[in-house]
């Protein structure tokens, strides 16, 4: 009788450990390798150097790389309507005025903070299609958002991409900023 007991308690074990083997395993398959790596800072505290410097560890680390620019999506029309992308003529000879004035004025234009995020969010699933996750050697991928300029926009990639989020501010005196 005590034999039987132990039987039926080592299979019950069993059963334990493969359920939570399996739970484990799934849960494990459902976490995203990807890295979202969002910067922020002034004009000229040297971002470039930043950008060079992630790209340079990420690959060493065996991951791939993908750059997504919100200056470069503030001109595209591909996320915005052409006529909220016009900026006033007094900021066209300064390109980082112009990009500021572009993206207050499509703030105001579809009444969204967060907007320039959105369009940083699109881009990623654009480039997230040319990614074979079903690779075997697929170690992951950093995504480098350049750059985070309001507190919305690093709100909602903290909703969405939680815990594979991380934000990277750049401070450097005035005295020492690039030009």
């Not at 930043?50 to 997504?68: F, G, L, P, Q």
């Not at 007094?90 to 320039?116: F, W």
């Not at 991928?141 to 990639?157: M, N, W």
Request: hydrophobic share 35%; proline share 2%; aromatic share 10%.
């Amino acid at each position: 009788m005590a034999e039987a007991a132990k039987k039926t308690s080592q299979k019950r074990d069993e059963k334990k450990d493969s359920t939570s083997a399996s739970s484990m395993e799934f849960l494990s398959s459902r976490q995203s390798k990807d890295i979202y790596l969002g910067l922020c800072g002034y004009v000229g505290c040297g971002m470039r150097t930043i950008n060079e410097i992630a790209e340079e560890i990420s690959k060493e680390w065996d991951y791939n790389v993908v750059h997504i620019r919100i200056s470069a999506l503030l001109e595209s029309s591909i996320y915005f309507e052409p006529a909220a992308l016009t900026a006033s003529k007094s900021t066209q000879v300064n390109r980082h005025l112009k990009l500021q004035d572009i993206a207050n004025r499509l703030r105001k234009y579809y009444n969204r903070n967060e907007l320039l995020a959105e369009a940083a969010i699109a881009a990623i699933a654009s480039e997230k299609k040319n990614i074979d996750y079903t690779n075997e050697d697929y170690k992951g991928t950093v995504f480098i958002i350049d750059q985070f300029k309001r507190p919305e926009e690093v709100e909602l990639f903290r909703v969405i991409y939680q815990h594979n989020f991380y934000l990277l501010g750049i401070l450097r005196d005035l005295d020492y900023r690039i030009p």
